[in-house]
């Protein structure tokens, strides 16, 4: 009896195998990094309503990160100025009352309708981060959020993916700060030594062990 295939199809499975490696390869790789917050995510620097600038509020004027986002520090969300926030400097009779570029303040102090900022830094629902915590342990807004006191427009510094959170979580010791430096953006350790003999310190002293496990931010 003659074979049913010719002698040519014993190589199609070696084809298509070699095709699909061809093919697939490229496409798993783009995948792998155009669909991370490392790529959709880092650098991500929307218009804001009110064009305010860090660089001259924080490093210029030398304003605390605090005096803005002022629940950071006792709540799990970090909270975004308020009119009223804004208006204390630049309400009537103050500093550049009248300026086009504050408009939107002065509608929202007006009709008593919150300012639209829109928000940057954004994790998944499905991910618990708590501000609080974070920065009552000893971890900087720089950690997070970058040389924000450089930005003239604010951008996403870092992918703050889950990869990334483990970085710190397995070795907490590489990024804690003394209490004093927390919201000071220019301090930086002299060497990675000091950082890790301080870190190590204060991860003994504070008991800082943070979750390493899905479950621990996953609820």
């Not at 605390?64 to 009779?93: K, M, W």
């Not at 990334?164 to 979580?169: I, K, S, T, Y």
């Not at 397995?170 to 004093?180: G, K, M, Q, T």
Request: charged fraction near 15%; charge should be neutral; aromatic fraction near 12%.
């Amino acid at each position: 009896m003659s074979n049913f295939f010719p002698r040519w199809a014993n190589w199609l499975p070696l084809q298509l195998l070699v095709c699909g490696l061809i093919v697939g390869a490229p496409i798993t790789l783009g995948i792998w990094y155009y669909f991370t917050p490392k790529y959709t995510r880092v650098g991500y620097q929307p218009d804001q309503p009110v064009p305010f600038s860090h660089a001259l509020h924080v490093k210029q004027l030398g304003m605390d990160c605090r005096y803005c986002h002022s629940f950071v520090e006792v709540a799990g969300h970090s909270n975004l100025p308020t009119t009223q926030t804004c208006i204390n400097c630049h309400g009537e009779g103050k500093i550049l009352p009248n300026s086009p570029r504050l408009a939107p303040v002065r509608e929202s102090w007006k009709t008593g309708q919150p300012i639209p900022w829109v928000q940057i830094h954004r994790l998944p629902d499905y991910a618990h981060f708590n501000h609080a915590v974070h920065v009552n342990r000893g971890v900087s807004c720089y950690s997070c959020h970058g040389a924000v006191n450089e930005m003239s427009v604010v951008y996403e510094a870092e992918s703050l993916s889950m990869k990334w959170c483990l970085d710190c979580h397995r070795a907490p010791e590489n990024f804690l700060r003394p209490p004093s430096e927390i919201y000071n953006m220019s301090w930086h350790p002299d060497s990675a030594a000091q950082q890790r003999e301080m870190g190590m310190k204060f991860k003994e002293e504070w008991k800082v062990n943070p979750p390493v496990s899905c479950g621990g931010c996953h609820h």
